[in-house]
């Protein structure tokens, strides 16, 4: 028997989408299940039907957006040091759709404002599992130092990925530029570089003994 493809539904899809952009425009407690229906033209029984609550939904539309991110942990792209430019041009690109999302994970972790914490930890801790893996991967490839701590790499992962989006705003105002996609294609190479130099064994200085 021939499996179909899995077809996403339109219904669903609208609702996460209108959750995306009320929860991100407002705060938590200001947006209504009916203004989502609304914007997503949809009734709002097909709320319940399709995540249970509004904090369903809110944890859900987060999901949604993570998830690409961390299932390329599972995936081939990082078997490589050299992955990690992709990596971070891949994060670059989602957030920069989104630029609102990365401080509203910030707000919920850092200020514990709105809902959603335990379940974003929840989602970190699946990150850090995989990237621990990950790590221990390129370790065994000789592509990675053996003393490399994994929370000391995600960490600075993490620091190198999130920055550049939290702070958007300010520093497309210093430069006088935008951050396009020329722009974050360079810093994508420039920070995959940088990570990928940094996790490498250290070679030997000229002169020392084998």
Do not use: C, W
Not at 63 to 81: F, K
């Amino acid at each position: 028997m021939v499996s179909l493809p899995e077809v996403a539904d339109p219904v669903r899809e609208r609702l996460l989408k209108a959750a995306l952009d009320s929860f991100l425009s407002d705060e938590y407690h200001k947006v209504t299940t009916r203004l989502i229906a609304e914007k997503a033209d949809a009734n709002i029984s097909m709320i319940r039907y399709y995540f249970g609550s509004k904090e369903g939904l809110y944890e859900e539309m987060i999901r949604d957006m993570m998830n690409p991110l961390l299932n390329v942990l599972d995936g081939p792209l990082l078997t490589s040091a050299n992955g990690f430019k992709d990596y971070f041009l891949l994060y670059y690109e989602t957030m920069s759709k989104r630029p609102e999302f990365p401080k509203l994970i910030l707000k919920i972790l850092a200020l514990n404002q709105g809902p959603g914490r335990r379940f974003i930890q929840q989602l970190l801790e699946r990150g850090r599992t995989r990237g621990a893996k990950k790590l221990g991967d390129l370790k065994s490839a000789g592509q990675a130092s053996a003393a490399l701590e994994p929370d000391i790499v995600r960490l600075a992962f993490v620091s190198l990925a999130m920055m550049p989006m939290l702070l958007k705003d300010i520093f497309e105002e210093q430069m006088g530029e935008a951050m396009d996609r020329a722009f974050l294609e360079k810093l994508a190479g420039f920070n995959g570089h940088l990570f990928a130099t940094g996790l490498m064994p250290a070679q030997p200085l000229s002169g020392d003994l084998p």
